[in-house]
């Protein structure tokens, strides 16, 4: 069987998506809607599938799923739309960056009964699931201290930090998700400390660039989030989970891995400078495990729920951050 | 432009080219022929491809292109036709283990002022290529020794050695190409010893499973190759080289490259095992390298003399292995 | 000049102390004291000293400097009657677990002009110097965020952590060292997690086993501080400084630097199991610091001061993890 | 008991002897001997010892065992001398460079039932013994293939090469006593490649500066050793050791192992520079094991013969560099 797609929005993370899903031996890329018509356009030719617009593939009897991938502000609206229509959906993160109308959107979704998947894309990193299947299979006994450090290369736009609901909703957001994948057992606590040490028009925008965060669990396990916007020798992302019996860990990747020696020592080429090279597989394995789980009936995973949950960690670290107190989130909620 | 290929060949290795002729944005699958029919037909349809007889491609006016993944012994034949009929031709190494019909082949190639590229992957990978990029830099001075190790994970079927003209021309072969690829120099003595360590069945064939060989160039430059039939590990690929100012090498790669820390030690999981998986990307930009050639009209590399000269030392370790003596090519030719 | 010594206390880390000044070519141990004779006896006779009492050594002409490694509970006591008596002193780490005990015995210090060396061996280690030097040499630019992993093998007996003064002040104090060392600014906040993981009688005694710290300074540079007293690959110790312009790290040491590659992977050795092998280097380089600080008349470093500061930040720390606030130095002083 | 030594030689290496001596809780040093009188007279005192005449040594009641570190050219002699005198001897390599004056000298040796032992330092590097314990324990299985890289910092001053026997004899002889260590079991096979790479003047001197060597053992096993006198990274000592059932290595030593991180890459600082630093360890545990042998009774090892086979497979390279064949061991003898 071959799940049969429609792509809302055909900028950077929707070319990523369209890749995954025209490479893909169990799909294929039907349709392409996109509010600039040349960026739809584009996109479709090269995937020989048609540019409709989203009320057409509302409609359309050829299209079993849709990937969103449009500005974060209409991803809630468009779940809606399509859950009701009847397709699967996998939407980009975030659903929203309000929790109120993310769990009004998951009411929906519930209600339709309908297929959706969020794109928390790291827990399809193999190196990443790697890691969980260690865990899982024992070889570090119990769960007791996660670690993950989580560096971009360089801040975005200050335009769009102003859109991002702030770099707790926007970048530590992965990492809560990939915290709550590691760790198995939901976070209870939550301390955060945050500051502007890379560009003080970030500050000025209301944002930090520089964040350290504790979670906790009610057993007592502990993650650490360290989070930059700046890392001059690539995108920088690692994670350990330590446990009773032994520990765990993924590497940075890197694009070409030789190594050069001279009498300034022995010096390895940086790391990935960017997102979608260095996750080019996760992509790849995130949209094959969306269409297995429409395909097979099983419950997809991420779920709005897991994306409502991180969203709700990073609401509470902003919280704490702000107020130099540990929040918790048993007696928030 | 696209380039119109045809495929000789629906094994293995024929799937290979197939995936990255399909895969290549400026190339296209037309036609795929086989004596087995099934094979054939399987792999056209995966392609869009036709299935066509090897006579019939050779007349087709839709073909610009053809890749040789015939059994070893066609070869030469069947570059002879293709460059009569004016087809750019990809052929997977070697050549012929006859290093006299593989003259000849090249004489009707050049005559015919064929394209002819031979298919050395691991000149294309990209971390080897970053080691030659590095010398060309200039990072390390002067070339002046090559280390090059190379083991399989375990060693190939009885019948396919006996078939193989021995593992000088068969596995050392990709070896002896990488050594002129690194050292910038033609090589013009061989010191070789080879054994019979890994499954004493591979001696009663004739042949050995475990070889160090020197090479010497006229200046003095060395080059040491390691090979063996069987490694627990996985596919162990490493160079080395060791220049005037420094030295560069390319370590082995690894399909998931997590870390485990227990009692025992750190461990990380083996290696590639399979060459297939290990030099999935060298063989997508090898095809890439060959339509670049084709259609901007340079000349193909490795040539059709690359070949011929990578079985010339082969045919010199074996010569002396078996005779205890250095075997100078200079000399020899 | 050679430096003349008496060691106070022959326990584990007073034959450490004694080994570092025996072999020292600036440095002789004239004398040891111990409440233990026999202890006394053995180490004093392996290094040629004398057995004295510690009034004889209070009073003695022939001793310049004393190192003292008697309990805990003594170290302050023992810092003023040497002060008062003109010698040098070196003393083990912590000076007392009351932060107001601490800054009386300082006081005495001061008014005798004496020279206070207190024993973090860390900063001596030649692989943290190292991180300190590159930081110094503007490698990194201005650090902005410090990582510091650190734990035991396995928990210290359970009378020993009755008596010393929990987690936060026996062993996340050389943490919090570590943290000025690197971070070159005073945190002014601290937030802290505590849990009971690794064995529930550590809880019962009123302590935690496995801590996550945040620092953070009045400029906003943060340090995150990992403790377990469980580590089963051995003893882990790690620093990460992230800067402007890089960053700079040091992995753990190995007693064994080999590697096994065998069909499970390629396994290195556990890390060393103890402190003590751990730290050779830093010890004897610890004491040489002390040694050229007397000779040289300059000022010893980390000073009593530093000694106070670690301990108030061990007192922050604790009060964070049970109030669920975080602490700030600033308004606490 | 305390074994009482004479240091024959005051030298650089005589010093490197004499702190391991002095710092073995099981050994004095007692005299020391050298034409230098202010190098005996320095070294001497130093260490508490008398400086003697190398005729007090050998007729003195109070010297168990010497260490000579004298010039190559007298070691022969003084080896027979001291065996005479009744006195266990540990001598630096070479006992020779011409093999029949070594094998006239172990038949000195012999008859007096001396015991003799042969600084082969490598043998006792940490990780190196390691390497052999893991091979012993039967981790790698049977022994199939060595490599050994073994390159020096910069070639050493054109007067020490005229009077050092060849490249073979002085440098190599390091890898053939290592590659016999590790093959377990007798080369009878070497082809040897030697160049001048480094410096012409070392050429014009008569010798080479770049070897690539083989070993052949009976049975098949093979050794590839890898020489330079120039690597601009450091003192390259590796050692890797394939078997049936896997692969064991010694990687390279640093003094510091941090890495730096920017936007050039990740780099590790070079290697040791000097043999004397790298081998520290080593040098320490040779004269242990020595002291072992003589107060145990138990063969010392590397013994004179080890001494022997080594100056035998150095002589056979070279024959086999200058003739270009493979030199037969079991035949030339």
Known sequence: MTLRFALLGAGRIGKVHARAVGSNPQASLVAVADAFEKAA?????????????????????????????????????????FAKA????????????DAKRVEKC??????????????????????????????????????????????????PP?????????????????????????????????????????????????DFDSVSVILET????????SNSRRATYGYDQRIEVHGSRGMVAAENQRPVSIELANDKGYTRPPLHDFFMTRYIDAYANEIAAFITAVTSGKK?????????????????????AKSGKTVRLDKAS
Not at 109 to 131: E, Q
């Open 218 to 225: 009610a057993s007592g396990k502990q993650c650490i989030i």
């Open 86 to 97: 009847g397709k699967a959906i996998f939407c980009e993160k975030p659903i929203h960056l």
């Open 41 to 81: 356009t584009d996109l479709a030719s090269a995937y020989g599938a048609e540019v409709r617009s989203i009320e057409a593939i509302e409609k359309a009897g050829d299209i079993d799923a849709v990937v969103i991938c449009t500005p974060t502000d209409t991803h809630a609206d468009l779940i809606e739309r």
């Open 158 to 206: 200050l335009d769009y930090i102003s859109r991002s609901g702030g770099i707790f909703r926007d970048m530590t957001i992965h990492d809560f998700d990939m915290a709550r994948f590691l760790l198995g057992e939901e976070p209870v606590a939550v301390s955060a400390h945050a500051s502007v040490l890379v560009d003080k028009k970030i500050g000025e925008a209301g």
């Open 106 to 155: 998951l009411a929906v979704v519930d209600k339709a009964k309908a297929t959706l998947m969020v794109g928390f894309n790291r827990r399809f990193d193999p190196h990443f699931a790697a890691v969980r299947k260690a865990i899982d299979d024992g070889a570090i006994g119990t769960v007791e201290m996660v670690t993950i450090t989580s560096r971009d290369p360089g801040p």
């Open 300 to 320: 997809a995973a991420p779920s709005g729920k897991d994306g409502l949950v991180a969203l709700e960690l990073a609401d509470a670290a902003l919280k704490s």
